[in-house]
């Protein structure tokens, strides 16, 4: 079955850019998207079509794809960031989330 | 407001079966394909199944086929998941959620999520 890999966390100073990154077999030729989901809450869609932010998604959340990899970039990381983040892409018929990775702000 | 509101989550023993609901209001329904996603307790997210706009279309993960059966209902702009033969694997909180069309949607509204506890 197809598989997105995540790191498990990424740690950033407030202020500072935190990257995240999705591989996957084949990435390259798939649309990609990015959930933020806070403790308590609904997942909340970020970024989708690899780059393309959603209306009320602040500007400092971006994506962007090279080769089979996927990464989330937060620029002037805020506090309230501090969430798990899930990519996602279609295999075929099959929706696909990564294993999420958790953004802390330290 | 674009909303989705699950219902009908609760406690139910092995082997039981349980329906959840999910009304859609604030967007024109019946042109959307529909998900749902789960998170069991400590995991991540795990697309559950999909429907077509007009529900001629279902899709499910591998692992449920044959125990879950997705449907909707255009008329009151509401959607079905009968989960049969549950199994303490299925314990999870699950969302309800717009798009779910191929190659092409990505998830943008979710619900609340509903709870479902499978246990004896």
């Known amino acids: 079955s197809y598989e997105l890999t995540q790191p498990p966390s990424v740690s950033v100073s407030p202020g500072q850019t935190a990257s995240i990154t999705c591989s996957g077999d084949?990435?390259?030729?798939?649309?990609s998207s990015w959930y933020q989901h806070k403790a308590g809450q609904s997942p909340v869609l970020v970024i989708y079509k690899d780059q393309k932010r959603p209306s009320g998604i602040p500007e400092r959340f971006s994506g962007s794809k090279s080769g089979n990899t996927a990464t989330l970039t937060v620029s002037g990381t805020q506090t309230m960031d501090e969430a798990d983040y899930y990519c996602q892409a279609w295999d075929s018929s099959n929706a696909v989330f990564g294993g999420g990775t958790k953004l802390a702000v330290l | 407001e674009v909303q989705l509101v699950e219902s009908g989550g609760g406690l139910v023993q092995p082997g039981g079966s349980l329906r959840l609901s999910c009304a859609a209001s604030?967007?024109?329904?019946?042109?959307?394909?529909m998900s749902w996603v789960r998170q069991a307790p400590g995991k991540g997210l795990e697309w559950v199944a999909y429907i077509k706009q007009d529900g001629s279309e279902t899709y499910y993960v591998d692992s449920l086929k044959g125990r879950f059966s997705f449907s909707r209902d255009n008329t009151k702009n509401s959607l079905y998941l009968q989960m049969n033969s549950l199994r303490a694997e299925d314990t999870a909180v699950y969302y309800c959620?717009?798009?779910?069309?191929?190659?092409?949607?990505?998830?943008?509204?979710w619900g609340q999520g509903t709870m479902v506890t499978v246990s004896s």
């Open positions: 084949k990435l390259g030729n798939k649309y």
């Open positions: 959620v717009r798009g779910g069309r191929p190659l092409e949607d990505a998830f943008d509204i």
């Open positions: 604030g967007f024109m329904f019946s042109t959307y394909w």
